[in-house]
Structures are given as C-alpha cells and as structure tokens.
C-alpha cells in the first residue's frame, strides 16, 4: 500500500496530538490516526482490520473462525490489556515511579499472554502466518524492552518477537525507526 506518513511528535510542544487541529482527527487526542478512503480511523485495531477488509494482500485475520478469534484475543490483550498502561500520558501522571509501574502492567500482562502463546503459537502468534497479533506483539516488546522487563521469564513472547523482527515489514515499522522517535530510542 502506497502511503503519506505524517509524524505526530508526542513530547514536542507539549505534544503535537494535544492540538485542536489533531483533535478533530482522532478525538481521544492519541495516535493514530489515519485517512483512507474518504474516512478518518483511530485506535488500530479499528485501522488494521479495515485494512485486512478492504485491501488485497495476506490477510491479518485467518479465515478459520478459532484462529481468527486466537488472533482478537491475543491483539486485545495487548492492545486493551497492556498497552495503554504504557501510554505517555499515563506514564506522565504517574511520575517518577513510571517505570515500577511499567514493568508491573507489562509483567501482569505477559504472564497472561506467554501461556496463551504457547497454546497458539507456531512460527507466529497463531500458527504459521503473520497476523494481527503479531503486528501487536513487537512494539509490545518493545515498550517492554524500554521498561527493562526481565524477557527471559517470557521465552516464548520471546522467541516470536526475534523472528518478527528479522522480517522486513517489521523491520521498517519497528518503533525504532519511525521519523519522529527521539535519537536515544533509535535503533
């Protein structure tokens, strides 16, 4: 998919999202927010299954109903369960005991996903072809990675996010290498 990407920097000026004019794309003031097709998405798991419907390409939700619904739970798991714990402006209201919280919500976290994974897992989070879960797990890991989480207590998390991010889509999508990731995040 062609694409224009316009960096929304959530430290600079207080945080470019705050603004009104972001507002009146995504009105929770977060990220993201996307323009297709004559619409306005926000929250991605809205966005990525509107992509898996409406573009030709592999399919980010199997066909099969159990996987498919492996592939929801695991995603709201990390996308609903884990990953707002982590948002900036949670961590700002926490202060400075940010990263104790952190690592506490991301732990609780994967202490429920490691099981579910080894239940769903083949090469990917279920099975053997890349899907929603898996474009959830690796900037999970990431904020994981970030927050000093002790992997090792997750080896299957960790094994799949290792091969996620050999692949080439990961590589360029990672959190990393976006545009507007501050020099000592970078990878």
């Not at 794309?25 to 990220?31: C, F, K, R, S």
């Not at 159990?66 to 209201?93: C, E, T």
């Not at 890349?130 to 960790?158: H, K, W």
Request: hydrophobic share 35%.
């Amino acid at each position: 998919m062609e694409y224009d990407q316009v960096p929304v920097n959530l430290i600079k000026g207080g945080g470019q999202q705050l603004t009104e004019e972001y507002k009146t794309l995504n009105p929770m003031q977060q990220v993201p927010a996307v323009e297709m097709d004559g619409i306005t998405l926000s929250q991605s798991l809205a966005i990525i299954q509107y992509i898996d419907e409406t573009r030709t390409g592999p399919r980010l939700l199997p066909l099969d109903p159990k996987k498919r619904v492996q592939v929801r739970m695991i995603s709201d798991l990390i996308a609903s369960g884990i990953q707002p714990l982590q948002n900036l402006h949670v961590i700002q209201k926490i202060g400075a005991e940010k990263v104790p919280w952190a690592q506490h919500f991301i732990n609780r976290g994967f202490e429920a996903l490691e099981p579910l994974l080894k239940q769903t897992a083949g090469k990917y989070c279920v099975g053997d072809e890349i899907s929603m879960a898996d474009i959830c797990l690796v900037p999970q890991v990431y904020n994981a990675e970030r927050f000093n989480v002790d992997m090792s207590l997750y080896p299957t998390i960790q094994r799949l996010n290792q091969t996620l991010v050999k692949i080439d889509a990961f590589q360029t999508s990672h959190p990393s290498r976006q545009p507007d990731t501050p020099v000592e995040l970078r990878a």
